[in-house]
């Protein structure tokens, strides 16, 4: 296997133990923060991360990919901080968060209006891969876009494709954030397909806010790992629910082709804290280690099986060897 870049450094993919895929450290409004009030405190929250990190590494857990992006507020920097004083890898990622559209900076920056030819977005893609993100040397390890309710969108879909060329130069995979109400996983394959990605490299995110087991089905078929990482969000698929629909997978043989995660942050400020702590409170780090696995053994869902989603898809979908 090969190596896996991550923010202390690069790792032998195959050294890589349990990891949960989709989750995040902050998520912050950074213009919102520098001119109003909010509660962002760095030192505080570094001090609360790294206490919740090591908490996870004592439950078990080994690495954890941070899918916060451009558009969510990332800052490597900070995260850098976190990931020297934590037992944990972490995985710091590229690409753009929007459900519609791209911030104005990129209106002038399409191939037409470029020297070069290239679009901005994939000379940034490329440049967190190759150089590293914000000055720091921490490359990306993972390519991340969002197809939400609103589908391909004109910015969406450009976003979508500068990450498909960017995996196809780099060999780095992708996680897609998708909207499993309508489906939208399976137009992110559509359009992956005609840019050549192989789709067993492409983790289609969110699937299991979906117990649809033919459009889960479905998007295996087509090759693709499907993100069970959203264990602890019960507004939009209760614990209960999540887990049948992965224990049915499980028995169908597919757990060679799942992931699963929380998508929690220690700090998210879309919301009140207040109203998340009290609409979804098991949207924690530590749900799928104390509450997910003993409900999927109870299941008859075995420890190979739980390995296989844990560790081995993990490995498998990190390792940056590509085929292109
Ligand atoms: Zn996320």
Redesign the pocket.
Known sequence: MGTVETVRGPVDASSLGPTLM???VF?RSLEIEQNWPTDWDPETKVAQAVARLTELAEAGIAAVVD??VPG?GRDVRLVKQVAEQVPITIVASTGYYTYDTLPHFFDGRIPALRAGGVDALDEFFLHDITEGIAGTGVRAGML?CAVDEPGLTPGVERVLRAVARAHRQSGVPVTV?THAASRSGLDVQRVLREEGVDLGRVVI??SGDSTDLEYLTALMDAGSVIGM??FGVDVYCPTADRVDTVARLCQAGRADQMVLSH?A?CHFDWYEPELVAAATPNWHYLHISRDVIPALLERGVTEQQIATMLVHVPRRVLDPVTPY
């Open positions: 989709h989750e995040h998520v899918l916060t969510l991340k954030h995110g969110h990482d959203r998508d942050s």
